[in-house]
């Protein structure tokens, strides 16, 4: 695609309902990068995909998040029990270059408010 | 731990004003530094530098790393209010493929 597609743009989850959150990313873009962002704070690292190989998954907060993305394109991010704090925008990012210099293409995000 | 600070936080200023946006870093064996523009949706990017000294351009826009000083700075000239959105500097290091993003400055710009 032209971009990176998030979906849903936006979910109201009521604490303790799983959620599971979508990416889309721009074809042929080998690295797939997961962020959260709380309001008023700049993103923070969760997790990193090359192809499907997850190589870092130390920004996970807890082991109620888990990615995945298994044909090495589409990722899906899934909270287990959602919290209050899980509340956030969930942004993806992807880049054609394996541990190359280029700017990333973030993606639109996905709005969580836990109610 | 490897940390990125932006300042100011917040800043108001009226069409037409020149601003400076910093950013200072702090990352084990640095690589790069970006900055991102972020309206209301997607993080989108401006520039990214590796070398001292060396300013990169984008019409009204420019900016520059000092790595002995470990910061950046972002101009904006002649402000327009499509200018208006938050800044975000982020680092990257050899070590790591994510990056690492300050807190952001929003800017607004009024008519």
């Known amino acids: 695609g032209a971009g990176v597609s998030q979906s849903p743009r936006y979910k109201v989850a009521k604490r303790g309902q799983d959620v599971a959150l979508r990416c889309d990313p721009i074809?042929?873009?080998?690295?797939l990068f997961w962020y959260q962002q709380a309001l008023g704070q700049g993103p923070e690292f969760l997790t990193y995909f090359q192809n499907e190989a997850q190589l870092d998954k130390s920004g996970l907060p807890s082991d109620r998040f888990f990615a995945e993305r298994p044909e090495g394109s589409v990722s899906t991010l899934k909270i287990q029990r959602t919290q209050q704090e899980d509340s956030a925008v969930y942004l993806c990012a992807s880049s054609d270059r394996d541990r190359g210099l280029g700017g990333y293409t973030f993606g639109s995000g996905t709005r969580l408010t836990v109610v | 731990e490897d940390k990125v600070v932006q300042s100011p936080l917040s800043l108001v200023v009226h069409e037409g004003d020149t601003v400076t946006l910093n950013c200072s870093y702090e990352v084990t064996n640095f690589r790069s530094l970006l900055w991102y523009k972020q309206e209301k949706k997607a993080p989108t990017f401006l520039f990214m530098l590796?070398?001292?000294?060396i300013e990169k351009k984008s019409g009204r826009l420019s900016s520059i790393l000092d790595k002995k000083e470990l910061f950046s700075i972002l101009n904006i000239t002649a402000t327009q209010t499509g200018d208006s959105a938050v800044y975000l500097c982020?680092?990257?290091?050899?070590?790591?493929?994510?990056?690492?993003f300050g807190t952001g400055t929003r800017l607004q710009v009024f008519p």
């Open positions: 982020a680092a990257k290091s050899y070590n790591t493929d994510k990056l690492i």
């Open positions: 074809s042929g873009h080998v690295s």
């Open positions: 590796t070398s001292s000294g």
